[in-house]
């Protein structure tokens, strides 16, 4: 197989026949390119729509009120509800261990927040620090609000990071700058960016003790957020979070004198449930790419072992005349194989560089919500590569043994 | 060199079966230049087939330089057709992609024969019938008569003990034809045996003995005086 000899027959062969090598490869290379293509689009969409999930933390519970719309114990429908502190308060309190992140938000209406000359409305929220982590945010400058903000009343404030933009000239450093809260001076202390994009970017926090005291909030709050402690698996999680916000709801109910069927009084959004069926929609959309890879191997499987039976086919009447002059079945196959192995392989790898080459420069050019960094296994692609290879070799060895065993009569007779 | 004796052989045709060599009996000494006549269906080409390996009788014995050649399989006949045997055919059959000395050294390539030494004996082989100049043409780039020298010359290049030629003047015209069979005669001239299969009574003229065969069987078998194919040139 390794013989010299061999390999100067097998070079001389393909360079004698150009076109035909060419046709191979090109069938294999490019069965390979769409293969990696498709492969990495799909990666790209679980990626894309991963990022539109992944704007708050996975697992947050997103609690608020409204008004309720059964009358209960003499109280009639259409009453608000208003959550106050001492609901967040036993809350956190009682479930100290199962909680990860904790947060309570009172919320500012018709937050004018002004710079110098520049000014915009945007949402001006009292958080504990804590609302970082539910938000999912990261730092870009400085830090969010911290305990000591909050137990002393700090008048700071963090901005998202298109506020800045905003209503700072670019490049300008906003740290230590005071900017206006509805007229109230607040100190800017942080730049925060958020992965759901520009709308999340556009609010602004202070700490919730401040919005409480200047705003006029007393100890009202308008929203609780919690995540819980991190399960072994999704399906403890799911438990874990569905029994905590069942407990709540009942709680909220009770001090807030809500008839126990009535659903319209209190809102909890529990994102597990809406990240289960994230995963399914993810599992489904895996499952499709597969099924398309899967498909698309078959196909040039296919178009190889097509491609080497013809071959064998216009090659009977050689392969009758090498037999006259000598060469025995082992060779006639060796031979063929061998060519094919090659020929394959060196196409296969060609569409796999090419691919890999389009989706590392062509991919992060990709703008859609959709499609993010499209990528693939760099094993699974050269799995496939091997696979064709294989594929090739078995679909041209039946026709080659078979070529081989023909008398070589009969194979010299074929026109 | 070749014994045969009793020799049968019968095609299947659907349900009928065609019995074309009918108990051939038939030697062949050392250096002779022997001619097999007969019309088409007389079974001409089946013996040469037979004969050359590339086809096996259903009864009889072919004793081939003392090798009895009975129940080959393909790998053992790929190699006496090596080692004993070479083929001139009708058609040439001479592989298209192939220059003319690559398609002589051919042979010399499954005797394992090192590239450096194989094109140096294709080359003189191809000097011995007159081509060397066109070595590195492809068969669709020579004449007829040029296609068949180099069939010659590769059938020649692996030094067989006889020469099985199939009517090897059948796709030619006469003075190529006659130029040809000098080049057979002057073969022979050297000492080796060879075997010609043709319906040209002009060209078995050309040989040392003529076998007629006609139905399967050999009706007629006369040494006869030699025309030297030079003077019709």
New interface residues.
Partial sequence: MFEL?RW??IF??IR??KLRTFLTGLSVASGIFILVILLGIGQGMRNGISNQFQQDAANIMYIWTGTTSKQYKGLNPGRRIQMKNEDFNYTARKNEDELEYKSALFRIWGGIVNYKKESGSYRVEGVYPDYQFLENSGMILGRFVNYKDDENFEKVVVLGNKVRNDLFKKEADPIGEYIQVSGINFKVIGVFTDPGGEREESRVFIPISTAQRVFGGANNINNMAFTLQPEENFEKALAASNKFSEELETYLKETHTIAPNDDRAININNSLEQAKRFYDLMDMVKFFFWGVGICTIIAGVVGVSNIMLIIVKERT??I????????????IIGMVLHESIFVTTIAGFVGLIFSLLLLEFVGPLIETEYITNPEVNFNVALTTVFILVIAGALAGFFPAWRA??I???VA?RDE | MITIKDLHKSYKMGSNSLHVLKGINFNVAEGELVSIMGSSGSGKSTLL?IL?M??EADAGSYTLDGVVIKNLN??IA??Y???FLG?I?QSF???S??SAL?NVA??L????V??GERIDKAMSYLEKVGLANWSGHLPNELSGGQKQRVAIA?ALA?DPKVLLADEPTGALDSKTSYEVMNLIQEINDEGRTILVVTHEPDIAEMTKRIVNLKDGQIIQDTEVKQVRALQNV
């Fill in positions: 000899e100067e027959e001389d062969t004698k026949n009447r050689e009758g005349i090498r037999k006259a002059l000598g060469a025995e079945p082992l060779s081989a065993r008398k070589p009569i010299l | 087939n050359g590339l086809d393909e790998k790929a190699r057709r090596n080692k083929f055919f059959n001479l592989i992609y192939k690559d051919l042979p390539y499954y005797q394992g090192k590239r590769r692996s």
